[in-house]
């Protein structure tokens, strides 16, 4: 659902505010400039949902973006994130115990300075629970048309995104940077 928070207040106020309505233990997360570019794999996603709450995970990565894809020989879906890993805590899809979100939300942190500094508070409470996907049991792809408020230029051609709002185009440079820090 789509969770009305009626004035803009900066994404942590806003979504603090989306999740004080929110009954559930658990929510997906899911930033508005990252587009569906493939059918969900229902049986795949609700093996997560149902192992991520069995054994009270507090967050899943699964974004399939992030370049901390959890991987071994075990044949579990998901597995944990060692600590000290970058974007061990992302914001563009994931799955999150409520109360664990609500906890590393600070008012007034922008998405991507929360992913920053959220990684940092997790870090230090040296939490376990955090968990991403094999690189194969992702439910679904998507694509990023944003990045830091600019139109991804692979955007029009992956998705047919035009450009209504005549947003400025990232960069080769600033677009070479992002794919060379997350390596």
């Not at 400039?33 to 493939?38: A, F, G, N, Q, R």
């Not at 939490?127 to 992702?138: N, S, V």
């Not at 230029?153 to 185009?169: A, D, E, I, L």
């Amino acid at each position: 659902i789509n969770i009305q928070t009626g004035d803009d207040n900066g994404f942590s106020n806003n979504l603090i505010k989306a999740l004080d309505s929110v009954k559930e233990d658990y929510v997906v997360v899911w930033i508005d400039d990252l587009i569906l570019t493939t059918p969900i794999k229902k049986e795949i996603f609700l093996s997560i949902i149902d192992h991520t709450v069995m054994n009270d995970i507090k967050y899943v990565n699964i974004w399939n973006n992030y370049p901390n894809s959890y991987s071994n020989k075990s044949k579990a879906e998901i597995g944990p994130l060692p600590l000290n890993i970058k974007y061990r805590i992302g914001m563009g899809i994931g799955l999150w115990n409520k109360l664990f979100l609500k906890e590393l939300l600070k008012s007034d942190e922008s998405a991507w300075d929360f992913e920053r500094n959220a990684t940092s508070r997790v870090n230090q409470k040296d939490e376990t629970k955090i968990f991403a996907l094999k690189p194969d049991c992702h439910p679904f792809k998507v694509h990023n048309t944003l990045i830091k408020g600019k139109l991804n230029w692979f955007s029009k051609k992956r998705t047919g995104f035009h450009n209504p709002m005549n947003r400025p185009y990232i960069s080769l440079i600033e677009y070479t940077y992002i794919l060379l820090y997350r390596m």
